[in-house]
């Protein structure tokens, strides 16, 4: 499994931004990196998504306001978070899926908080 290290969250005021990182240690290159999110007493949810060839996908509540991007020479995916609302906080967690193994890895998470 590959092992991933988040880091970026903080303490943000609403309309501010926050860029999330995540290293993966071992091979990611081919695997799908997604950002997930979980509130205090919610499910945890995907936030964004993307492959190994830099295709990207976003769930509804965050489009035009998040990206996510990735560098594989680096091992690191990235999660730029814009226009930052109160909604947002929650910790967030990074997650490698192997589509070869059927495996996912997470993280330990990372908390953002959004004040208004």
């Known amino acids: 499994q590959v092992q991933l290290v988040e880091s970026g969250g903080g303490l943000v005021q609403v309309g501010g931004s926050l860029r999330l990182s995540c290293v993966a240690s071992?091979?990611?290159?081919?695997?799908?990196m997604e950002w997930y999110r979980q509130a205090p007493g919610k499910q945890r949810e995907v936030v964004a998504s993307?492959?190994?060839?830099?295709?990207?996908t976003y769930t509804e509540f965050v489009k035009g306001r998040f990206t996510i991007s990735r560098d594989n020479a680096k091992n690191t995916v990235y999660l730029q978070m814009n226009s930052l609302k109160p909604e947002d906080s929650a910790v967030y967690y990074c997650?490698?899926?192997?589509?070869?193994?059927?495996?996912?890895?997470w993280g330990q998470g990372t908390q953002v908080t959004v004040s208004s």
């Open positions: 071992g091979r990611s290159s081919t695997n799908t």
């Open positions: 997650s490698a899926y192997d589509s070869i193994r059927f495996s996912r890895s």
């Open positions: 993307i492959i190994s060839s830099g295709r990207t």
